[in-house]
């Protein structure tokens, strides 16, 4: 269970095979006894689609442990980060080699980012098949 993501969640809605799940995102300190007096601390409530093929045994209310793997949150960090500032640099680099033009270098690297995310767009059903989490029942 070391490669697991796990959060406890309440069914929201079930809408056939799929279903809802409200989770509570809580930061590291948002559970400290002290919370009250920091104001780094915060909790933010999520809604979760799930694609469960059991979703007609489970009932809005009910309380669920929605699980994802670990390496689906490194790849999320890849995509969303470390890939577009990889572009970034890259192409600013390369474009000032090219024009010597800091300004014209910088928005062309910036307009990069369009057709990254336009790609990353086309693919959604493709990488949703890979960024999908689990639900079990909560005992």
Same mark, same amino acid.
């Given at each position: 269970?070391?490669?697991?993501?796990?959060?406890?969640?309440?069914?929201?809605?079930?809408?056939?095979?799929?279903?809802?799940?409200?989770?509570?995102?809580?930061?590291?300190?948002?559970?400290?006894?002290?919370?009250?007096?920091?104001?780094?601390?915060?909790?933010?409530?999520?809604?979760?689609?799930? %694609?469960?093929?059991?979703? !007609?045994?489970?009932? *809005?209310?009910?309380?669920?442990?929605?699980?994802?793997?670990?390496? /689906? @949150?490194?790849?999320?960090?890849?995509?969303?980060?470390?890939?577009?500032?990889?572009?970034?640099?890259?192409?600013?680099?390369?474009?000032?080699?090219?024009?010597?033009?800091?300004?014209?270098? %910088?928005?062309?690297?910036? !307009?990069?980012?369009? *057709?990254?995310?336009?790609?990353?767009?086309?693919?959604?059903?493709? /990488? @949703?098949?890979?960024?999908?989490?689990?639900?079990?029942?909560?005992?």
């Amino acid at each position: 269970m070391a490669n697991t993501i796990k959060h406890q969640g309440i069914v929201e809605n079930i809408n056939g095979s799929h279903l809802q799940v409200r989770i509570i995102q809580t930061s590291a300190c948002a559970s400290c006894s002290v919370k009250g007096h920091c104001t780094s601390a915060d909790t933010k409530e999520k809604l979760v689609d799930v %694609a469960d093929a059991n979703a !007609a045994s489970y009932q *809005p209310g009910d309380r669920v442990w929605v699980t994802g793997e670990l390496s /689906m @949150g490194v790849m999320a960090v890849l995509f969303a980060f470390i890939f577009p500032f990889l572009i970034l640099i890259i192409s600013l680099f390369v474009f000032m080699a090219i024009w010597n033009d800091e300004l014209r270098s %910088a928005l062309c690297s910036l !307009a990069l980012l369009i *057709p990254y995310y336009y790609i990353l767009w086309l693919n959604k059903s493709r /990488m @949703g098949k890979k960024f999908s989490f689990s639900v079990r029942p909560m005992n």
